[in-house]
């Protein structure tokens, strides 16, 4: 704010020093959540490379119990219990961490299938291997796309709060500073020139 808009009163000055508290307060709030939100990002961080550490053996597991199902009950037969099977959907929620909205996926199954005795009886044990082992692939999937997609919008809230926290600091914080200072190196000037007035027209009436 240009100086020649500013206002030099007392009023003005007891404003001013109140907002440099308010954005202090604020400042410490925005650092503390942008701790805990830098926390909670290389928790999620680890818990993705541990993921990703066993996703490897989890594909090479799921195509080999595929090629010892396809060995033991063929190709066909293989294709047509894979069409019986009902389909796997994954619905997304929100939850809230710090105030950040990530996603929440879960699993569900989106129509009838086999009962589980039937496929104990009709299903070779291969075939239930590679079902088995698949289904594992897929949740371990899922929960890795969940949990990338959480660290990156937890990525851009600390961004967006490295960014206000800066701004506060290094912009707002200093500007009401120099203005507290301007307000009050003017009242003091003021203060200064009403005393000598004063004295002056003591003079005038004394002598």
């Known amino acids: ?8 009163t007392r009023l003005e000055l007891i404003r001013t020093k109140a907002r440099i508290r308010v954005a202090g307060k604020g400042l410490d709030l925005l650092k ?11 928790d999620l961080a680890k818990q993705i490379q541990l993921l990703k550490a066993n996703l490897r053996e989890s594909v090479e597991r799921a195509m080999d119990s595929v090629k010892l199902a396809e060995i033991d009950a063929g190709r066909i037969q293989l294709e047509r219990i894979a069409v019986e099977q009902a389909p796997v959907s994954a619905g997304v929620e929100a939850k809230n961490v710090m105030g950040v909205r990530i996603p929440n996926v879960s699993i569900g199954s989106g129509g009838a299938t ?6 104990l009886i009709s299903v070779p044990t291969a075939v239930e291997d590679a079902k088995r082992n698949y289904g594992k692939l897929f949740k371990l999937l899922i929960e890795v796309a969940e949990k990338e997609s ?3 919008k937890l990525l851009y809230e600390i961004e967006k709060l490295n960014r206000r926290a800066n701004a506060i600091e290094n912009v ?4 009401l ?3 507290a200072s301007y307000i009050k190196q003017r009242l003091e000037d003021l203060e200064r020139d009403q005393i000598v007035s004063l004295k002056f027209i003591k003079r005038k009436l004394n002598g």
Do not use: C, H, W
């Open 172 to 175: 707002v914080i200093p500007g």
């Open 177 to 179: 500073r120099d203005k």
């Open 150 to 152: 959480s660290l990156r």
């Open 32 to 42: 503390l959540k942008r701790a805990s939100l830098v926390l909670e990002f290389f």
């Open 1 to 8: 704010m240009p100086q020649s808009n500013i206002k030099t």
């Open 114 to 119: 086999l009962s589980i005795a039937y496929e």
